[in-house]
């Protein structure tokens, strides 16, 4: 067990360090605990979870149909005619920004949303630093409130075997969803509150930007409705909602063709599917896998549970605020493709219901990206259009923005999230 944990220990500090080669390090360490013989062979089909892994992958390529129809940004613009000034179009645009990144992936929210705080900000001679920052933690705080809204949801709805809708109603009880938007209205509220001072009038009567295809649009909202029949489909194969994203996917490509007439150009789709995170997945479940026979996931459960002393709430108060502070410094995708199997193992040990513990480990996680410039992908993609447009932002300038908004945002979701499925 000591090696798997030593290899499983140097794997982390080397994907810290090296954070632009973390797929490589994850790989390479999952085929050592292959080689090794810490992963038998019989085990790495049923150490990678495929459905996630499909899900990812076509949910990503939709997404870029999505955006190159121009329909998120004709959404933009018709926020924006609404809106009398420069505060309250932050607001929504972190709003608008939370909304689309509940079924997009928080990254390509913020590559859509930021141009239209950008240019709002250069019209009216304002900064943009914080229009930005809003837009990146709103998006990161809605990706907890769908299946599909970001890579740890999809990987827990895959652990609990949830299906779209239980994202909403579970157990007869509402679930994340609701979780999520409770705490977006409180953060939207500090929003209004740090945008006070910014009553700038809004430009008006630019021309709205023309929608290229409405056919994406169709495949994005149909890949999501056949999640959510799905969801009622009893015994169901596990990999059911991946091929649903795959296949609407593929469907999605095939009218590219239809619609361009030149194969390189329709396919320019299926470049936007980010290996990295897959080659990532990937690597981490082999990991996982190798540990988890060699039994690192039992005894941490273990040392969790007696950390614990059994009592269910400080467990899941633990759980909570560690995935916060952890998640402030590390990418949440291996953190929580971490915990999924520890909380399993805590859950069978203690012989108790692993669900507020799943939901607190995701809430935590998912949010806690917030708290620092490079706890999240979102934030460090904002930053950089930030950088790229000549504006450099300190930690002082995100954090007087992230930390208020995490806590708005996650300290709601542990109270309600006890209420509804610990006691």
Request: net charge neutral; proline share 5%; with cysteine.
């Amino acid at each position: 067990m000591i090696p798997a944990l030593i290899i499983f220990a140097i794997t982390y500090v080397l994907m810290l360090t090296f954070s632009k080669y973390r797929p490589y390090i994850a790989l390479a360490s999952g085929l050592i605990y292959i080689i090794s013989g810490m992963l038998p062979a019989k085990q790495i089909i049923g150490s990678l979870d495929f459905n996630v892994v499909l899900m990812i992958a076509g949910t990503m390529g939709l997404v870029a149909l999505f955006i190159e129809s121009k329909m998120p940004a004709l959404l933009a613009d018709i926020i924006m005619e609404k809106v009398p000034n420069v505060q309250m179009a932050a607001v929504c645009l972190a709003l608008f920004a939370g909304i689309i990144s509940a079924f997009v992936d928080n990254v390509a929210t913020v590559l859509m949303v930021a141009p239209v705080a950008l240019a709002i900000c250069q019209k009216v001679k304002t900064n943009p630093v914080p229009f930005i920052i809003g837009i990146s933690v709103s998006s990161n705080l809605q990706g907890a409130a769908t299946l599909v809204g970001d890579t740890t949801a999809i990987m827990l709805g895959s652990a609990l075997d949830m299906s779209f809708a239980d994202f909403f109603i579970y157990k007869g009880k509402p679930s994340m969803f609701f979780v999520v938007e409770l705490g977006a209205i409180i953060a939207a509220l500090i929003l209004t509150f740090l945008f006070r001072k910014e009553k700038e009038a809004v430009p008006k009567g630019a021309e709205r930007t023309k929608v290229t295809a409405f056919m994406p649009t169709v495949f994005l909202v149909g890949a999501i409705a056949l999640l959510v029949v799905a969801s009622f489909i009893p015994n169901k194969p596990d990999v059911t909602n991946g091929l649903i994203c795959c296949t609407i996917f593929v469907i999605g490509l095939i009218y590219n063709y239809a619609k361009k007439k030149d194969f390189k150009e329709a396919m320019a789709p299926v470049k936007s599917i980010d290996l990295n995170t897959i080659g990532l997945l990937v690597g981490l479940f082999l990991m996982i896998g190798g540990i988890t026979n060699m039994g690192v996931i039992d005894k941490a459960a273990q040392l969790l549970a007696e950390a614990g002393g059994g009592n269910v709430f400080l467990l899941y108060t633990i759980i909570v605020w560690a995935s916060v502070l952890i998640s402030a410094f590390i990418d949440n995708i291996p953190y929580v493709a971490t915990m999924i199997p520890v909380i399993a193992g805590l859950a069978v040990q203690l012989g108790v219901d692993p669900t507020p513990l799943y939901f607190g480990l995701l809430s935590g996680a998912t949010l806690g990206g917030n708290m620092t410039p490079i706890g999240a992908s979102a934030n460090i993609t904002g930053i950089g259009i930030l950088r790229k447009a000549g504006y450099e932002v300190k930690n002082s300038d995100f954090c007087r923005i992230g930390i208020p908004f995490t806590l708005a945002a996650v300290i709601p979701a542990y109270i309600i999230i006890w209420l509804m499925f610990g006691m």
